[in-house]
């Protein structure tokens, strides 16, 4: 049973940082493309960021330069570093993987940046 949870969301200050965490079970990440998404109220979820299987990673144009995807093999988890937060970032964030043409989704952290 293939199982993502994510973790690190939380309240913050524009201008700070928070560091997701997806662990997976189930299923091993190092063969597997690995994004972040994230959904705000009343809008569509969106691609943040991805990471291929030889770790090329993929920025959606509104993080680039402010968060950064990676993956720590030896414990199966994918993490997304982010800076600089704005308060456009608040929304729940996803990761997500795909094994055998399914798609797996974590339950998702809430992160909201506000003063």
């Known amino acids: 049973q293939v199982q993502l949870v994510e973790s690190g969301g939380g309240l913050v200050q524009p201008g700070g940082s928070l560091r997701l965490s997806c662990a997976a079970s189930?299923?091993?990440?190092?063969?597997?493309?690995v994004g972040w998404y994230r959904q705000a109220p009343r809008k569509e979820r969106e691609l943040v960021a991805s990471?291929?299987?030889?770790?090329?990673?993929y920025y959606a144009d509104f993080v680039k330069g402010r968060f950064t995807i990676s993956r720590d093999n030896a414990k199966n988890t994918a993490y997304l570093q982010m800076n600089s937060l704005k308060p456009e970032d608040t929304a729940v964030y996803y990761c997500?993987?795909?094994?055998?043409?399914?798609?797996?989704w974590g339950q998702g952290t809430q992160v909201t940046v506000s003063s």
């Open positions: 997500k993987t795909r094994r055998n043409g399914s798609d797996y």
């Open positions: 189930g299923i091993i990440f190092s063969d597997k493309a």
């Open positions: 990471i291929g299987i030889i770790d090329y990673a």
